[in-house]
């Protein structure tokens, strides 16, 4: 007798979003008004989801990322939120974090009842409900290409210092031709592209880095 896993049923759904790709269009109503994905462009956008208004955690997000809206802002950086509930729960949602927490929240939020822009974008996940948006998270450049996207589940708030860390670590990375270490910071040392032949390779040592091996150098931008 062999010990066999157990048969699991899987679901096929349609494909999301893919990283280095355009990312999926839209045209949605706001809490701003109507936005489309092409109204950012030339800038970055956080594009995040959240299960539903009036939610702890969710509150608790929204309360992190409007305290950081101004360190988005000057990295040319757009917030964009979105659920599933309406447009007026939006508005009565945000209105009452500012009562009750005296927090303001600035960026747009769509309303979503259709799920048109959570389907597109891979928030529904039907292991964790049909009907609701997980917190899922999108990092778009100026050129709208998808460049990050982070999922949580419904029940653990994500780190808005992270996301804001992974942005300037891609825009850094942009501009510097370069990879980011473990937990890279401002301030810290980049990793530089590793050597693409053996002349090069050979070569590495000689070039000013702080080479630990031929694949292995880091630099201070």
């Avoid at 494909?15 to 990312?23: D, F, I, K, M, S």
């Avoid at 997000?61 to 599933?84: C, M, P, V």
């Avoid at 890279?184 to 070569?203: F, L, M």
Wanted: contains cysteine; hydrophobic residues 40%; charged residues 20%.
């Amino acid at each position: 007798m062999t010990d066999q896993f157990p048969i699991v049923q899987t679901r096929t759904h349609p494909a999301g979003p893919r990283l280095n790709e355009p990312a999926p269009n839209f045209d949605a109503l706001t809490t701003h008004g109507q936005k489309r994905l092409e109204d950012y462009r030339g800038q970055w956008l956080v594009l995040f989801s959240h299960p539903a208004d009036f939610t702890p955690v969710c509150t608790t997000e929204f309360i992190g990322f409007a305290k950081r809206h101004d360190d988005f802002a000057a990295a040319n950086t757009a917030l964009l939120g979105l659920s599933i509930d309406s447009h007026y729960s939006h508005i009565a949602w945000v209105l009452n974090i500012k009562e009750k927490f005296g927090t303001e929240i600035r960026f747009p939020i769509i309303a979503d009842l259709n799920m048109a822009v959570a389907q597109a974008y891979g928030m529904i996940q039907p292991g964790a409900s049909d009907t609701a948006a997980v917190r899922a998270t999108f990092v778009i450049d100026p050129e709208g290409v998808l460049r990050a996207m982070v999922y949580y589940p419904m029940n653990a708030g994500r780190s808005v210092d992270e996301i804001y860390r992974l942005l300037i670590a891609l825009q850094i990375a942009d501009e510097n031709t370069c990879a980011m270490p473990e937990n890279w910071k401002p301030g810290d040392a980049v990793i530089v592209p590793t050597p693409k032949t053996s002349e090069e390779a050979a070569a590495r040592a000689g070039e000013g880095y702080d080479t630990v091996d031929w694949y292995f150098s880091t630099r201070q931008l």
